[in-house]
């Protein structure tokens, strides 16, 4: 019955909180000790495990790898049949096995100790074989399984991800870690153009500036916003630098006060002081400040405060930035 279902949702939901929240109460010298080694890694962070332990340890390398600890998974079985070669001198491996008694893990260890290779053990058995083999030992024992059976990994796999997560982020916390060194880790997909994308690479340039010279007619003006489809444009001094700008904002706003369109000069409209950026701005700084401000476009100006480039909410859009 669907009662059933949501019944059996929330206990094993609740298991495997309390099994998290049991872990926390053994976060001690040991983590800070595991913590120590993989900050003192001259190589890379080697992963292992076995059936969903391994699964866990892959999701761990990946985690690691992605937020500045070099880190990659073995597979036990093969590294006994090749992949050993993988593991060097220098690096240091983390072993995922509940038991702790893991054949295929157990049998690594006297080779890793030949390679003076440090090992992390996490384990749900502080006495197992693993456990006591290592260098560091993480308890990541439960009390149980959320499994009905006592036997379908749940509550420690939850328990060791949880585990691998908080090394994974105290490290990141500990090189300092930024967002600028996440994006280059990540540069596909919507979260690496927000923190790689720069309004150079999406902006209007050359000719698809709209540009008119202070002291013109609005209406003609109006021609140039027509034009250029971007509902603005840059009213320039002489020299060419930017003495504002005219939006469709500043247009409704004239017409609301009775300005004449077809015999008002562009610089009793216009906006001056307006908000600009500089080119090499992260696109997603320019939707913040677009954002801030409540409007839509953005002129890039170089350093002679000469318009190089016009950036849109619509480019922001297109470009899966917004």
């Known amino acids: 019955m669907p009662s059933s279902y949501i019944d059996t949702a929330t206990r094993v939901i609740a298991m495997e909180r309390d099994a998290v929240s049991a872990l926390g109460e053994r976060i001690d010298d040991s983590f800070s000790r595991a913590c120590e080694l993989l900050l003192q890694c001259k190589g890379r962070v080697v992963v292992t495990g076995m059936g969903k332990s391994g699964h866990i340890g892959n999701k761990l390398a990946a985690t690691l790898a992605s937020t500045g600890t070099p880190a990659f998974f073995v597979h036990p079985g093969e590294a006994s049949h090749g992949d050993m070669g993988m593991i060097t001198a220098g690096d240091v491996v983390i072993a995922l096995s509940n038991s702790g008694s893991t054949a295929e893990l157990v049998t690594l260890i006297p080779l890793l100790k030949l390679l003076a290779v440090p090992v992390i053990a996490m384990t749900g058995k502080p006495h197992s074989e693993l456990a006591t083999s290592a260098d560091v030992h993480l308890d990541v024992g439960v009390a149980q399984e959320a499994c009905p059976l006592n036997l379908a990994p749940t509550s420690s796999t939850t328990v060791s991800l949880v585990m691998g997560d908080a090394l994974a982020i105290a ?89 004449d369109i077809h015999h008002a000069s562009i610089d009793e409209v216009m906006t001056i002081n307006c908000r600009s950026i500089k080119p090499g701005t992260l696109a997603a700084e320019a939707l913040r400040i677009m954002e801030d401000n409540k409007i839509t476009v953005l002129v890039a100006l170089d350093t002679d405060n000469k318009p190089i480039g016009v950036v849109h909410t619509h480019d922001l859009l297109k470009a899966g930035v917004a």
């Open 171 to 259: 490290l990141l916390e500990a090189r300092g870690f930024t967002a600028d060194d996440f994006a280059f880790s990540h540069p596909g997909g919507a979260l690496g153009r927000r923190l790689l994308l720069k309004i150079d690479s999406i902006m209007h340039t050359g000719s698809e500036i709209p540009r008119v010279n202070s002291g013109v007619p609005l209406s003609d003006a109006l021609l140039e916003m027509s034009s250029k489809a971007l509902g603005m444009t840059t009213v320039l001094n002489s020299d060419g630098s930017l003495a504002g700008i005219f939006t469709d904002g500043d247009l409704r706003r004239a017409i609301d006060k009775g300005v």
